[in-house]
């Protein structure tokens, strides 16, 4: 299918021709051989690192549109692509080539009274859509981790990324055709227009699983109006609970990097909780690093006490998503009050516990219900390609079928096979 831009006054029309073409080439990717996957994938790589310059190129025309609309720095962070990013994303499919291929890998096997011999195997989910907002890295890692484990993917991004997600796309799409796979098993919806998001939340017939990357607004649209299932990602509102059994100068490092390593990405540490036992030994050091650093601190009463730069926080503070150099720092009643304050205002993205004592960790992981849960490492690992799983599609804070780090497992489900000897049930 052509990816150029096409006209937005048939948004169904569109979709619909994308669905054809998306239903053919998963007939083709569901039975492909893991050799012919990396061979497109480890093509893909090359053709990123070699066309670099067309992709920068692009994803400057993203960046001067999106400055000229006022985009704020965070979202203009996300955006970005820099020759590093680029050379990220292309180690990132190198990644996935070397990972394992899920598909039809046995889960587990048993075998019942009457002979009859069942065993789970993973199978790909099918048609996956993947809508998101600004990152153009998503185009890649998504498009790779489709294609290793067998789904064919449609992928919608925002207009604010589009010239640069397009460029990327062209690229797997050439990468598979030299593979001898379908180029539909990638497809970037061509219009901007978001008409083509609704007809993608209602297309039932031809779509597996949506996947939502982006702020609030997206994430609330599609969870309210997909008939599709959506594997979703709320708020990261990310915390680090600094104990009274922390040693101070790993506190001091571990907050500053799970804050300002890079304040745009969803494993950002939002929240600071310090121990009430703590305050007058362990939490100007920590503020004093983040203020050195340019964070704007929003503090309780406690922490307004102890550090005059510390602006009041707000009870809206505590359930803000700031993907900005601010946090917000409260004082809790040791590790109960951390994980009372967590479960009042997380979003159940990813949690991170300080401290020299073990209990206190066990209690701290046993008990905070977040997808990820970490003891003395910064919140900032919340990533799929520092779990080993290659990349992410993204990080799920939902219950059912996956949580954290979506990679190519997740993207599996299974199929039953049952062996018998003409066995008849009586």
């Known amino acids: 299918m052509n990816v150029q831009t096409k006209p937005a006054e048939d948004a169904a029309a569109i979709m619909a021709e994308l669905g054809a073409h998306a239903r053919e080439a998963a007939a083709a990717l569901r039975t492909a051989s893991t050799e012919a996957k990396n061979r497109a994938l480890a093509e893909a790589a090359r053709l990123i690192r070699a066309e670099a310059g067309a992709i920068l190129a692009a994803n400057a025309r993203d960046i001067a549109a999106a400055q000229a609309a006022g985009m ?35 889960i587990e096997r048993w075998t019942r009274p009457n002979g009859l011999e069942i065993s789970r195997v993973r199978v790909p989910i099918g048609i996956i859509g993947v809508i998101y907002e600004a990152r153009p890295n998503v185009t890649a890692d998504a498009g790779a981790l489709c294609i290793k484990s067998g789904n064919v993917v449609v992928l919608r991004g925002g207009s604010d990324s589009f010239h640069s997600s397009r460029a990327i796309v062209e690229l797997l799409r050439r990468a598979l055709a030299d593979a001898g796979l379908p180029e539909d098993c990638v497809q970037l919806v061509p219009t901007t227009d978001r008409a083509a998001v609704g007809e993608m939340l209602r297309a039932t017939g031809w779509l597996d699983l949506i996947v939502p990357r982006g702020g609030r607004s997206l994430i609330d649209r599609v969870t309210e109006e997909s008939r599709v299932p959506v594997l979703r990602h709320y708020d990261g509102i990310c915390h680090v609970y600094v104990d009274r059994d922390a040693d101070i100068a790993m506190a001091t490092d571990l907050v500053a990097n799970a804050k300002m390593r890079r304040v745009s990405v969803c494993g950002a540490a939002e929240t600071l909780l310090v121990d009430r036992a703590a305050l007058d030994t362990h939490l100007m050091p920590v503020l004093a690093k983040l203020h050195a650093l340019g964070c704007e601190v929003r503090g309780d009463a406690e922490v307004q006490k102890r550090d005059p730069q510390a602006l009041a926080a707000s009870d809206k503070d505590w359930r803000t998503e700031y993907l900005a150099p601010v946090i917000s720092v409260a004082t809790v009643d040791g590790v109960e009050g951390a994980i009372r304050h967590i479960a009042r205002y997380g979003s159940q993205h990813t949690e991170s516990i300080v401290t020299g004592n073990e209990a206190t960790a066990r209690r701290f992981l046993g008990e905070v219900d977040s997808a990820i ?54």
């Open 72 to 106: 704020t720095a965070a979202l203009q962070d996300r955006l970005l692509l820099t020759e590093a990013r680029v050379e990220a994303m292309a180690r990132g499919l190198d990644d996935i080539v070397a990972l394992p291929d899920p598909v039809g890998a046995e």
């Open 373 to 426: 849960v970490m003891h003395n490492a910064s919140t900032q690992f919340a990533d799929g390609g520092e779990f080993g799983l290659g990349a992410e599609i993204g990080i799920s804070t939902n219950r059912m079928h996956a949580r954290g780090p979506v990679g190519l497992v997740e993207l599996t489900t299974y199929k039953n096979v049952v062996r018998g000897q003409g066995t008849l049930r009586p």
